[in-house]
Nanobody, 122 residues
């Protein structure tokens, strides 16, 4: 049974930091690209960050470059998203996903987590 389970969400003040984690099971995690997507209220889901299966290459949407860092630990089947200097516009449900393809398109993901809410507010 494939599972992706996110943790680390919550309420944070503008300028603060959070670290999201996603634990994977039920598939060969180390051979998949892994991603973070987010969906804000009333908006479409968007790509945030991705990382190659080897961890050697990372990808970001422009709005988070320099603030967010994606990483993975294949020995522990986990992927993380370190988020710094958070802004109110980062408020969204953040979901991890995995795909055999390098892609920023949600419909090309093979597996999804249920998501965790990040609320950036003072």
């Amino acid at each position: 049974q494939v599972q992706l389970v996110e943790s680390g969400g919550g309420l944070v003040q503008p300028g603060g930091s959070l670290r999201l984690s996603c634990a994977a099971s039920g598939f060969t995690f180390s051979t998949y690209y892994t991603y973070w997507f987010r969906q804000a209220p009333g908006k479409e889901r968007e790509f945030v960050a991705g990382i190659r299966w080897s961890g050697t290459t990372t990808y970001y949407t422009d709005s988070v470059k320099g603030r967010f860092t994606i990483s993975r630990d294949n020995a522990k089947n986990t992927v993380h998203l370190q988020m710094n200097d958070l802004k109110p516009e980062d408020t969204a449900v953040y979901s991890c996903a995995a795909s055999s393809l390098l892609s920023r398109y949600a419909n090309l993901m093979n597996y999804w987590g249920k998501g965790t809410l990040i609320n950036v507010s003072s």
